[in-house]
Every structure is written in C-alpha cells, then in structure tokens.
C-alpha cells in the first residue's frame, strides 16, 4: 500500500468512528482544528473571516446515481456541504431544513451537496426519496475524498456536520450537530452571499 492509500486509509477509518460514535447533536472538534481564526461556543457555528480562509477545497466522486461530481464545478457559487448517513437520527431531522433552504437558494448562485459517509448508493436512494431530498450526495464510503479534504480544512470530526464555502471553494463556517432551525445557516449563507457585492 502506497503513502497516499495508507494515509487515506487511516483518515476513512478514523472519521467512522468518529461518526459511529458521535452521531447526536455533538460539539467535539478535533484538537488538530484549533485555531485562533475560528470560535466554537458548544454549539455556535465556527466562523472564518475572509482573510483567514485557507486554500480552496477540492474533491471528486461519484453520486448516489453514478454520476461524477467535482467540488471545482461548483466554483463562482456559496456551496452547503453537509456530511450524513442514513441510520443517523439527527441527519433524518435536519433534512427537510436542508431542503427547505436548498429550494429557497436554487435561484441566488447556493448549491447543496450531501457527502454521504457510510451508506451505499440504493441505501442513499432510499433516504433521499423518503425525505424529498433533490440535491446529490457523493457516496464517500469506499474513496474518502471528501472526509480527506474537509480534515485539512476544518475536520469534519461527527455526523451530522455542515461547512458553508464561499465562492472560492473555502471554507466559511461550519455547524457541527443537527440543525435545530433553518435560522443559523441561513444566516451564514447569506453573509457568505453577501460577501460578493
């Protein structure tokens, strides 16, 4: 096994326990995150100034349907990535939230992408036709590609978590723990949209 499987192995492994374990409404952050440029309050969301934003993030996969997605296409657009699963009762609460939102934004330059951590496609599938969910979801299982780019980031440390990107592909908040209410990431999406005029 070469240096980069080896250090994707280990990153997928330790991101599904951490799942496994944490999926509730948890604040825990990777001591690895810390930073004097993001604020975590239990629960607040972790914000990024503009100037203190790191590289753009990128990763490829494949949705729940086969099709390929790459988070470069997406670039010029806020982008919502929220990290989920199936089995995970706070992901099951927040989807309407997420969809609500995704309806509201389709027509201002917002995008929404499900990174789906451990589920297979049909099962995927099932929980977007149960929950009405439109957007797609790259199936993260088998590859990692997301969890890896996001853990340079900000680590994506439990399920349900959600970053808002700015049109540069950077991370610009990020909400760890279900969505209680539309109110908080609709804020940060539009300071984040508000950020380009």
């Known amino acids: 096994m070469n240096g980069g499987a080896v250090k994707r192995a280990i990153a997928i492994a330790a991101f599904a326990m951490l799942a496994l374990t ?3 409404s948890s604040t825990a952050l990777d001591s690895s995150a810390t930073n004097s440029n993001y604020i975590d309050d239990s629960g607040q969301p972790v914000l990024v100034k503009p100037a203190d934003r790191g590289a753009p993030l ?3 996969g494949k ?8 988070l470069s296409t997406y670039r010029g657009k806020v982008v919502v ?3 989920w699963y199936s089995s995970c009762a706070p992901c099951r ?5 997420l969809q609500g939102l995704s309806d509201q934004y389709q027509d201002d330059g917002v995008s929404f992408i499900g990174v789906n951590t451990i589920d297979q496609a049909d099962t995927a599938i099932a929980f977007e036709k149960s929950h009405k969910v439109t957007y797609p979801s790259v199936m ?3 590859s990692g590609s997301a969890r890896i780019a996001f853990h340079g980031a900000i680590s994506a ?3 349900p978590v959600t970053f808002v990107l700015d049109t540069k592909g950077r991370v610009a908040a990020r909400i760890v ?3 209680q209410s539309s109110s908080i990431l609709n804020t940060l999406i539009t300071q984040t949209l508000a950020e380009q005029k």
């Not at 609460?93 to 939230?97: K, L």
């Open 63 to 70: 949705t729940e349907d086969g099709s390929p997605l790459s």
């Open 177 to 179: 723990g279900e969505l």
């Open 140 to 142: 993260d299982v088998d």
């Open 22 to 24: 944490g999926c509730a």
């Open 81 to 83: 990535v929220n990290f």
């Open 93 to 97: 609460a927040e989807a309407p939230i």
């Open 58 to 60: 990128e990763f490829t």
């Open 157 to 159: 440390n439990t399920v």
